[in-house]
């Protein structure tokens, strides 16, 4: 956690600050260890100060290192305020992205003499090139998520409801050490297919369907992310063709993820392959997402994003084919960008799997 503070008093200095809390649970989390839900973060260029509620002390204690951790009499904003107070503080940065209108007047009530200076994705900035530690939780995650993907293909057959296999994934994970599920597990069968973000539903996988199922384990705080798309039976001509472009999208979009491109290029490879071939209009989302404590994290392979690419960065590619009453393809994996190029985290086979 060290060298995640020392980036902090970084962006401290050059603010000109002499104080800064964290409010957001995730960046708490990256910058103290602690795995509780209530807690803000005080540092100083020379101290960290660590405040909880009654609940959770003795976990702080456990969890945390090198800080300072202050009992609270009543709620945790009255002891920030305070300790900022008996501080002497003077000029004071905050999340601006993270803490409430209400929970900014109240600050401004009570230590009106503090200039609070508002930051925009400081903790997440830094929290864009993941460290060791991270990419080998996210390694985790991502085996998890290809064990499940594995053990899930016995299971879909038609008959079988969207949701049965939605919890049989979520199951399996937990057992395989998962903490939880990344987020409501996709299977998205038939025309559902068409739905980028088709939630399992108590549909029934009919033969013939294409079946995007999309989802991740999270292992340690950090979120593996993975699309696959099955077929039910031998494919039919447009189904084996836009599988084809789609998976010859995400090829080359894999070739071109290296430090020092722009996102919006990565983006622009997969995109342009998918309009020569006559389904541009029908891949309605960006590329791919940065993950890591979060499941969507900056930056993105998006077309507006010109965010350079740089070693550390873990992103999903995530190419699209989406037809409404028909269905759709998806395939997506989650990448780890190394000094010329990228590792692909998940292992799953990319090639159209007939069940
Ligand atoms: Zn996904
Ligand atoms: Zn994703």
């Not at 090829?251 to 722009?262: F, G, I, M, S, Y």
């Not at 940065?290 to 960065?313: C, N, Y």
Request: hydrophobic content about 40%; glycine content about 8%; some cysteine.
């Amino acid at each position: 956690m060290k060298h995640r503070i020392e980036a902090l008093r970084k962006i401290m200095q050059e603010n000109r600050l002499d104080g800064l809390f964290v409010t957001k649970q995730e960046n708490w989390q990256y910058l103290s260890g602690f795995t509780g839900t209530n807690a803000i973060l005080l540092f100083t260029l020379s101290d960290n100060y660590f405040i909880t509620d009654f609940r959770y002390l003795e976990q702080a204690q456990q969890e945390t290192e090198g800080f300072h951790i202050i009992k609270p009499r009543t709620v945790v904003e009255e002891a920030l305020a305070d300790q900022i107070t008996s501080l002497g503080l003077n000029r004071v940065g905050f999340e601006g992205d993270n803490l409430t209108y209400s929970q900014y007047a109240g600050y401004k009530e009570k230590i009106p003499g503090v200039e609070l200076i508002s930051l925009f994705q400081a903790v997440e900035k830094i929290r864009q090139i993941k460290d060791e530690q991270e990419i080998e939780d996210l390694r985790k995650a991502a085996s998890i998520t290809d064990q499940a993907f594995d053990y899930i293909l016995d299971f879909i057959r038609p008959g079988v409801r969207e949701s049965e296999i939605a919890l049989e994934i979520e199951y399996y994970m937990k057992k395989q050490g998962a903490q939880k599920s990344a987020f409501d597990i996709i299977v998205a069968s038939g025309p559902r297919a068409a739905l980028p973000h088709g939630v399992a539903t108590d549909k029934e996988l009919a033969a013939g369907e294409l079946v995007i199922l999309d989802f991740g384990a999270v292992f340690a705080g950090y979120h593996a992310d993975m699309t696959r798309t099955v077929v039910l039976g031998k494919p039919d001509a447009d189904q084996q063709k836009v599988y084809d472009i789609v998976l010859t999208a995400q090829k080359l979009a894999l070739e071109a993820v290296k430090p020092d491109v722009k996102c919006s290029q990565v983006d622009l490879v997969a995109r342009d392959f998918i309009t020569v071939n006559g389904y541009g209009a029908n891949f309605g989302h960006g590329l791919g997402h940065s993950v890591g404590l979060e499941i969507h994290e900056k930056p993105a392979f998006a077309p507006r994003d010109d965010t350079v690419v740089r070693q550390g960065m873990a992103m999903t590619v995530e190419p699209g084919i989406y037809l409404s009453n028909w269905g759709g393809v998806r395939i997506e994996d989650l990448v780890l960008v190394t000094g010329s190029g990228c590792e692909i985290l998940s292992r799953s086979p990319r090639e159209l799997i007939i069940l």
